[in-house]
């Protein structure tokens, strides 16, 4: 079992940064990966990035790739936490932000691949 805290998150304006966090308890095992999603209201959920816990593999949507960074900080098998971070932010990037993982070595960009998600937080982009 695998337990996900999302943290961060706000209001910033375009052209600004922000970061927002996951943090994970559980059977998080170096090589699972782990993924961010978004959904901005009357929208699909939608993949932004994912990483092994390990951060050997990274993968991003165009939307977010040369913008966006994720980067795992391993403070134990216990307690993990899964960074991303934003730069450069449109009103586009507007959405609740998500981290899920799933108990697998590959990753995925669909939500159903995964298996535990996050509360979610919010981040809003002003023009």
């Known amino acids: 079992q695998v337990q996900l805290v999302e943290s961060g998150g706000g209001l910033v304006q375009a052209g600004g940064s922000l970061s927002v966090s996951c943090a994970a308890s559980?059977?998080?095992?170096?090589?699972?990966?782990v993924g961010w999603f978004r959904q901005a209201p009357g929208k699909e959920r939608e993949f932004v990035a994912a990483s092994s816990w390990s951060g050997r593999s990274t993968y991003y949507s165009d939307s977010v790739k040369g913008r966006f960074a994720i980067s795992p900080i391993s403070r134990d098998n216990a307690a993990r936490i899964m960074y991303l971070r934003m730069n450069n932010l449109k009103p586009e990037d507007t959405a609740v932000y998500y981290c899920?993982?799933?108990?697998?070595?590959?990753?995925?960009?669909?939500?159903?691949?995964?298996?535990?998600w996050g509360q979610g937080t919010q981040v809003t982009v002003s023009s």
């Open positions: 559980g059977r998080t095992l170096s090589n699972y990966v």
């Open positions: 899920a993982t799933a108990d697998s070595f590959q990753i995925a960009t669909t939500p159903s691949s995964y298996n535990y």
